[in-house]
Nanobody
């Protein structure tokens, strides 16, 4: 069955870094675009970053540009989100998302907490 399993979340101090991973299985990973979303308490889920199926095209939400980097390894069926210069407002549950036309898969999310 289809699985997207996020990992790498945790507690980090402001200014710190984390690298999230999302391991995919059960579908043809290298033809799907991948996205990271996040949802903070009391807020709507928002798009963080996206990457094309081959990895050549990436896009970021304005508040993440220059701090976050999305990448993927199609040989490992994994997408990553490198997060640097983290701020308390980055605290949220981070979800990965696979999409191809109308087909969408979601992971269960990983908690990121930025606090001193």
């Amino acid at each position: 069955q289809v699985q997207l399993v996020e990992s790498g979340g945790g507690l980090v101090q402001p200014g710190g870094s984390l690298r999230l991973s999302c391991a995919a299985s059960g579908f043809t990973f290298n033809i799907y675009g991948m996205r990271w979303y996040r949802q903070a308490p009391g807020k709507e889920r928002e798009l963080v970053a996206s990457i094309s199926s081959g990895g050549s095209t990436t896009n970021y939400a304005d508040s993440m540009k220059g701090r976050f980097t999305i990448s993927r390894d199609n040989a490992k069926n994994t997408v990553y989100l490198q997060m640097n210069s983290l701020k308390p407002e980055d605290t949220a549950v981070y979800y990965c998302n696979a999409h191809l036309y109308t087909v969408v898969y979601w992971g269960q999310g990983t908690q990121v907490t930025v606090s001193s």
